[in-house]
Nanobody, 118 residues
Framework: QVQLRESGGGLVQAGASLRLSCVASGKIFIINTMGWYRQAPGKQRELVAAITSDDTTNYADSVKGRFTISRDNSKNTVYLQMNSLKPEDTAVYYC????????????WGQGTQVTVSS
């Protein structure tokens, strides 16, 4: 019903910036909250940032002040601007969409790798 595709990952040095993009297609009108999650090797997937349909945002404590989530509804795209990257930010970053008719219904992208070297 909904397809999500991430892009923008890469290999950067500590202190650099990256901007991730997540483009939604399909029945996007059923999506309410969009979020970015990440999963490092050997660790559980964790919330990085989320944004609701009324642009309310929340962030993991570890990224507050460095990362910014935003959405462009005209482009069906959610962004994650990542500044002052640290080696501990290294992970696969996933985009997630939540169905507004059933919060347990979620959609995931395939992920994009972010690697930060020290």
């Amino acid at each position: 019903q909904v397809q999500l595709r991430e892009s923008g990952g890469g290999l950067v040095q500590a202190g650099a910036s990256l901007r991730l993009s997540c483009v939604a297609s399909g029945k996007i009108f059923i999506i309410n909250t969009m979020g970015w999650y990440r999963q490092a090797p050997g660790k559980q997937r964790e919330l990085v940032a989320a944004i609701t349909s009324d642009d309310t945002t929340n962030y993991a404590d570890s990224v507050k002040g460095r990362f910014t989530i935003s959405r462009d509804n005209s482009k069906n795209t959610v962004y994650l601007q990542m500044n002052s990257l640290k080696p501990e930010d290294t992970a696969v970053y996933y985009c997630k969409g939540t169905n507004k008719y059933g919060p347990s219904l979620v959609y995931w992208g395939q992920g994009t790798q972010v690697t930060v070297s020290s």
